[in-house]
């Protein structure tokens, strides 16, 4: 892995013709040369939006960035707006990605692998965005932001979080410590390195509040939506080569 976390997507509403550079809005990680996965309360169905890859410091070029229009986006059915549940979206760039040592996709693990032994509680994962370093902050990062972070099971979560924590998520942190995904984060990827190999294990969902040492981050659990990605990705191909 030359690049830094060469799957990061970041992204932002198309709006008259204005530069991309440095206004990344929406967060995502790349899963195939022409797919993205982010999290569905980042989208908004009223808007085009483009996704840049390869990049790092934002308000800066670094010759490593590739701007690419999304075609489509895929909301999940039952994404549920009040409690977050099902936080999951899927979109379809225009062009494939050109892959390179700063541009790479995340690996999909199965839901045996991820359930038997990557979401085991401990499990140590990579959380990265450019998102707020505090939650009062009034700016976001410029440079890509990584915490290291491990996977927290469910009964500890629940006691610890006010809202409910369904099947469909994933709970990280560290009690007593304040590194967490921030506003700005949302969509973004946490992955786990396993045998030499990169797996997406979540998007970064949602908290209560950013940084509390008493709170966990939130994030959509993405093996349980192995089949409805591949559903989308394989109804897609019939749609173009038919």
């Given amino acids: 892995m030359d690049g830094l976390l060469p ?29 993205v996965l982010t999290a569905a309360h980042c989208l908004d169905n009223s808007m085009r939006f483009r996704v840049r890859l390869g990049d790092y410091e934002r308000h800066r070029v670094e010759g490593t960035e590739v701007n690419l229009k999304v075609l489509q986006a895929f909301k999940h059915p039952n994404y549920n707006t009040r409690t977050y549940d099902n936080d999951i979206a899927l979109l379809r760039l225009e062009t494939p990605a050109p892959f390179s040592k700063f541009i790479l996709p995340a690996c999909l693990p199965s839901s045996d692998l991820a359930e038997r032994v990557l979401h085991l ?35 500890l979560c629940t006691q610890h979080m006010s809202n409910t924590i369904t099947e469909n998520v994933l709970c990280a942190g560290v009690l007593g410590q304040r590194q967490d995904a921030c506003e700005g984060d949302s969509g973004g990827p946490m992955v786990t390195l396993y045998r030499d190999t990169w797996f997406l294990l979540g998007l970064v969902s949602w908290g209560e509040g950013c940084g509390r040492q008493d709170k966990l981050g939130i994030y959509t659990k993405v093996s349980n939506y192995n089949q409805w990605i591949q559903g989308i990705r394989d109804d897609w191909d019939r749609r173009v080569i038919g």
């Fill in 7 to 35: 799957w990061m997507v970041g992204g932002e509403w198309e709006k008259g013709g204005e530069s991309l550079a440095g206004a990344i809005r929406l967060r995502g990680v790349l899963i195939a040369e022409s797919w």
């Fill in 121 to 155: 509680n401990g499990t140590p994962t990579v959380v990265s965005g450019w998102g707020k370093e505090e939650m009062n902050s009034s700016t976001f990062s410029s440079a890509l932001n990584v915490i290291n972070i491990p996977v927290v099971e469910r009964d």
